[in-house]
DNA sequence: GTCGTGACTAGCC
DNA sequence: CGGCTAGCCACGA
C-alpha cells in the first residue's frame, strides 16, 4: 500500500470539521478493520503534531474522551473552545456531533 | 519472526 | 453505575 495505516489516520483525523468529533470506532471501520481502534489510537499517538492533525476530535464510541498525548484534560477543555460540550468525563449531545461521513 | 504495549470495544457481574 | 475480562489491530525492539 502506498501510505502505512497509521498516515491514514491522520488523514482521517484531518478530514473531521472543526466543531464536530468521530470515534475511534467509526474511524476504524472507515479504514476497514472495525476492530482496529486500538491500532487507530496508537497512530494518533504518534500523531506528528498539532493542529495538523485534528486527533483531539476523535473520542471513545461510548462517548468518553479517552486519552490524549498532551492530557485528556486539555483535550477536553480544546473540544470545548470549538463548540463541542461535554461533561465531567464525555460528550453530552454525542450522536448530534459526531462527523458521520 | 516473536513479544510487549497502547488514546479501544463489547459483554458480564 | 462502576469495575473486570477477553478479543482485535498496528508498531517498535
Not at 468521530?22 to 494518533?44: C, D, E, F, M, W
Request: aromatic share 6%.
Amino acid at each position: 500500500m502506498a501510505i502505512n495505516f497509521t498516515k491514514k489516520v491522520w488523514a482521517v483525523c484531518s478530514c473531521i470539521p472543526k466543531g464536530k468529533v468521530s470515534t475511534y470506532s467509526q474511524i476504524a471501520k472507515a479504514l476497514g478493520k472495525p476492530k482496529a481502534a486500538r491500532a487507530v489510537g496508537n497512530a494518533l499517538n504518534k500523531s506528528p503534531g498539532m493542529p495538523k492533525v485534528t486527533c483531539h476530535r476523535v473520542i471513545k464510541s461510548d462517548g468518553s474522551i479517552g486519552g490524549f498525548a498532551f492530557g485528556a484534560k486539555k483535550k477536553i477543555q480544546m473540544l470545548k473552545k470549538e463548540g463541542v460540550e461535554i461533561s465531567k468525563s464525555g460528550i453530552i449531545n454525542l450522536k448530534n456531533l459526531v462527523y458521520y461521513p
